[in-house]
Structure formats: C-alpha cells, structure tokens
C-alpha cells in the first residue's frame, strides 16, 4: 500500500508508492548526444566571458591557461548585474527589476562530465570555489541569497547547447526564495517548540535507524530522505551543527569533497550516470535592515546538500497537489547505493 510521508524540514508530503516500486534497470539513462566544442577546456580562455576568480597554482594570469578551478560570469545569465532599485507596486502586483549575478564554476581544466572523474584533491579545490564565490557575494549588500547548483545531463536543465565539461552555477538574488523562507520558518518552528534544531534530531534519528544512510566519515552523513521526492534522492549534511555552508572550516573541505564525489560515484554505478541536479540548502546573507527577522538562524538552521536524480517527470497529479511520487522507497535506495562498486 503507498505512504504518505512527510518531510519535517520542509514540511511537504511525498507519496512513497511501494505498488509502483522501480528498481534501477527500470529507469533508462539518456545517453550523451552530439556535443559541439567545448569553450571551457584549457587553452580556450579567449572564448569565455571575463574571468571572476580562479585557482591558479602557478601565479598564472588571469585569462590564460594554467588554472585548477575557473569561475566565469555567465554568457545568459538568468539575473545580469546591475544597479539595484526598489521594487514597486502596480495595482495589486508587485515587480521589481530582474538585476543580480550568475556566474558558472568550471570544476576542471580537462574535458571531464563530472566530479566524480575527478581525484579528490581535485574536487577538494571545487568546494574551495563554492565557498570563495558565495562568500563574496556575500560582500555585497544588494544580495539575499546565493543559490549553487548543478545540472548534470540532459534532462537536468536546458539542452541548448549541449557541452559536457563539468561545471556548476552561482546565482545573487535580490529577494529570498519562498522555497527558503518556507525551510527557514519551519526550522524556526520546530525550534520554538522544542529547543532543538530540527536538522540535527533528523541526523539523530537516521543515525539510530541506519536504514537509509548511504555513506558518512568523521564530519559529514549521506542519506536517503525519509520523503524522499525523488528515486536515489540524497542529502548531504554535517554532522555539527553550522548555519551557513561558506563558514565551513578548512579542515572540513576536504571530507565533504571526498563525500560528495563518493556519492556520486555510487549514484553513476547503481543508475548507469543519471541526470541530477544537486543543489545547496544555505542560510540568507543576514547583512540586511530587518537583521532581526533572522537572529536565530545559527540556532535552528542547518546547511546540506541535496542530490536529485531526474529519474521521472511530474504529471498532472504532482502539478495539481505538490505532492511528488517516488516509486523506489528510500529504504530500498540507500541499499542499493551502500552496496554499489566504489
């Protein structure tokens, strides 16, 4: 019979359909397609947008070969930059100029697809990245939010143009998305109601259980959600408590660099390199007039990365009631991912 779960981090209901059970086999791959040149691979600098920051070993020039990690302002970027205005009403709706920043984060200089390719020192110097770029965008007051995510295959976003380098996207926002404020308020809740954050009794819980943990080390745990929303979907969350993804220690990159590209090695070797998106759940840039709004933030929030595997499509149920259907119960995909060749 299906369940109905429900997440208590996001307070939304999952429909785990055990009648509609899949296992891996049944969900087919799209394989890659014809790719055109690749503008991101070393030695093509020149045909990129200005570079923004890079890891450059070698003290080499910006703009030129010789980088580890590359960050570029995008060539379509959802939000260009630009002066900042305030939003204003007309009649009974509200509008505000689409002004804030997107950059993309080229993760190496070779042509690989992923980072699960990629050495874990290298990977290591990704996160280094993540962290530099959210930060300074922190720097600027016009800034709410940073949203980092990545898009991998192609049904994990657009397929315009179809370039398999391996590369994720940093976006500024202007407002908070309503899918944060709606985690931050719950979180709040939770914490109000009982001391505690909510993020970490879930870590306590899956610890006690060990029914859907795919994988952990010293700092960090990898797991099945409970209302997973989507087949094989992971979370990746640190075991201490921490608000804010960019004040991750130093000595804790390197563990969450070797996690994420586990993960995802395991997730290529059970689904046959599925298309996912993963995407960084983080707290608001707290610089703003209204601080007071966010003061306990530190206390009951509580930073993770999510990992979706584009596995199915919503339909006109999931459309209608938000309520997504996951055909492979998270109990069963933590095991098959446990098990999977690393």
């Known amino acids: 019979m299906p369940e109905f779960r429900r997440d208590p981090i996001g307070g939304y209901w999952t429909i785990i359909s055990t009648e509609r059970s899949r296992r891996p086999v049944e969900f087919h791959a799209q394989g890659p397609t014809e790719e ?3 503008p991101f691979c070393e030695g093509r600098e020149a045909e990129t947008t200005q570079e923004v920051f890079a890891i450059r070993p070698g003290g080499a020039a910006t703009n030129t070969p010789g980088w580890e990690v590359r960050a570029i302002v995008s060539k379509m970027p959802i939000l260009p930059e630009g002066a900042a205005t305030e939003a204003y009403g007309q009649g009974i709706y509200d ?9 993309i984060i080229i993760e190496s200089p070779k042509h690989c697809h992923d980072l699960d390719e990629m050495d874990p020192a290298a990977v290591e110097k ?3 990245a993540y962290i530099h770029r959210i930060n300074a965008f922190e720097k600027d007051p016009s800034f709410k939010y940073a949203l980092l995510f990545k898009n991998h295959g192609l049904t994990s976003g657009s397929v315009r143009d179809v370039i398999r380098h391996s590369r994720s996207q940093l976006i500024g926002l202007p407002v908070i998305p309503k899918r944060v404020k709606e985690e931050l308020a719950l979180a709040k809740s939770y914490f109000e109601r009982r001391e505690r954050c909510v993020f970490c009794d879930v870590l306590k819980q899956e610890t006690k259980e060990t029914l859907r943990i795919v994988a952990e080390n010293e700092f960090f745990l990898a797991f099945c959600p409970f209302a997973s929303r989507a087949p094989f979907e992971m979370w990746i969350m640190p075991k201490w408590h921490q608000a804010d993804f960019g004040r991750l220690d130093e000595d804790k990159i390197r563990p969450f660099a070797e996690l994420l590209r586990e993960c995802l ?3 290529r070797d059970v689904l046959d390199d599925p298309a996912y998106n993963f995407i960084l759940h983080t707290a608001p840039f707290r610089h703003m007039a209204k601080a007071v709004y966010w003061k306990t933030i530190n206390e009951d929030y509580h930073w993770y990365l999510q990992i979706s595997p584009r596995l199915t499509k919503n339909a006109g149920f999931e459309w209608g009631t938000g309520v997504h259907i996951n055909p492979t119960p998270p109990e069963d995909a933590a095991q098959l991912l446990r098990e999977a060749q690393v």
Do not use: A, N, S
Not at 95 to 103: A, F, L, R, T
């Open 126 to 128: 990704v996160v280094q």
């Open 95 to 103: 509008i505000m100029d689409g002004i804030g920043k997107h950059e």
């Open 265 to 267: 090695i395991r997730l």
């Open 36 to 38: 055109r040149e690749c």
